[in-house]
């Protein structure tokens, strides 16, 4: 039985999987678990990141407004369900803002702790979508380092520990707009500035990652490798379908790829996922673990306007992967 390595969370957000689901995660019955309308500027709110913060929980919301700008808003949450999202964007200091740029948007932020610090990454505009960095300690202030990467990329999603000694980052080279295309790639820094090192990881495959595949919430550490959840994207005669599906990474040259799903996890087929400003998404951003119980609660955007919540257990969902699986 695979078990996670990391630490007990025993206030984990959970609902049992309902009697006679033989899916390996099973939805929120309550979903979604933020609707569009949270917050009076808000048009949507979705793909936001989520972590555990002094017994409770912190998020790092998007929030698309009523001017249809892409903004990132603190959120704080007791039990993991009910959130209380700040009516107001983040603060983001940048002490060389005209060297880096303003912030003019930002998008699909993942969140994770690392040596007591926690790191925002996010889709920033610079010159085009790429990579942007920040540090936290409050979810009040945020003090941003230097993007990444150059032009363009997104999905940025940061591994929670560092490997061989460097922080290590996945993300999906892109273009300017609504890319066709698109593969994992896998790189460490030393610093938070530097970046290089630079791996494939994995890129798409028939079906339903047969379009692009990015990499969704931070990884979680297994004693059989990193499990990965991603996404995979087909194109149908009515546009993308965002499904997710499951990997498992080597623990020291994460880059190697284990196992991979062939069949997807979890598609767009409830009206939250399949109605919205984007049809047809199920997106997932974010995920906490608890090592004592083996639970894993995923949080995900459907249909880019609401945030929804999945559950599974790491041995189901690591024995899935490894007898589904297509390299």
Request: glycine share 10%.
């Given at each position: 039985m695979a078990k996670i390595i990391g630490a007990s969370l025993p206030n984990i957000p959970w609902q049992?999987?309902?009697?006679?689901?033989s899916d390996v995660l099973w939805r929120y019955s309550n979903n979604p678990i933020v609707p569009r309308n949270a917050i009076p500027c808000s048009n949507s709110i979705f793909n936001s990141a989520?972590?555990?913060?002094?017994g409770e929980f912190a998020g790092v919301f998007r929030v698309d407004d009523k001017r249809r700008e892409m903004r990132i808003h603190s959120a704080f949450s007791k039990d993991g369900f009910n959130w209380n999202i700040d009516h107001e964007p983040w603060v983001l200091l940048n002490e060389r803002a005209k060297e880096v740029g303003p912030f003019i948007y930002?998008?699909?932020?993942?969140?994770?702790?690392?040596?007591?610090?926690?790191?925002?990454?996010?889709?920033?505009?610079?010159?085009?979508?790429?990579?942007?960095?920040?540090?936290?300690?409050?979810?009040?202030?945020?003090?941003?380092?230097?993007?990444?990467?150059?032009?363009f990329?997104?999905?940025?999603?940061?591994?929670?520990?560092?490997?061989?000694?460097?922080?290590?980052?996945?993300?999906?080279?892109?273009?300017?707009?609504?890319?066709?295309?698109?593969?994992?790639f896998y790189s460490e820094s030393p610093d938070l500035v530097y970046w290089g090192k630079h791996r494939h990881v994995m890129g798409t495959r028939g079906s339903w990652q047969s379009t692009k595949v990015g990499a969704g919430p931070i990884p979680?550490?297994?004693?059989?490798?990193?499990?990965?959840?991603?996404?995979?994207?087909?194109?149908?005669?009515?546009?993308?379908?965002y499904h997710f599906g499951a990997a498992l990474l080597d623990l020291d040259q994460p880059w190697k790829v284990i196992y991979r799903t062939e069949p997807y996890l979890l598609s767009p087929q409830m009206p939250y996922e399949q109605i919205g400003d984007v049809p047809n998404?199920?997106?997932?951003?974010?995920?906490?673990?608890?090592?004592?119980?083996?639970?894993?609660?995923i949080y995900?955007?459907?249909?880019?306007?609401?945030?929804?919540?999945?559950?599974?257990?790491?041995d189901e969902i690591v024995d899935f992967v490894k007898?589904?699986?297509?390299?």
């Open positions: 049992d999987k309902p009697q006679g689901c989520v972590v555990p913060y002094k930002g998008y699909d932020p993942r969140c994770c702790q690392i040596d007591g610090e926690y790191i925002v990454t996010w889709c920033n505009c610079y010159h085009g979508p790429t990579i942007g960095v920040a540090k936290t300690e409050d979810f009040r202030t945020y003090y941003q380092l230097e993007n990444a990467f150059l032009p990329n997104r999905n940025g999603v940061m591994f929670p520990e560092k490997i061989n000694g460097n922080y290590a980052m996945l993300s999906r080279p892109s273009d300017n707009g609504h890319t066709p295309f698109g593969d994992i979680i550490k297994t004693d059989e490798g990193w499990l990965l959840f991603y996404h995979g994207v087909l194109t149908s005669c009515n546009g993308f379908v998404v199920t997106f997932p951003c974010a995920a906490l673990a608890d090592a004592d119980t083996g639970r894993i609660a995900y955007g459907g249909a880019d306007t609401v945030i929804c919540m999945c559950f599974g257990l790491v007898h589904n699986s297509k390299l």
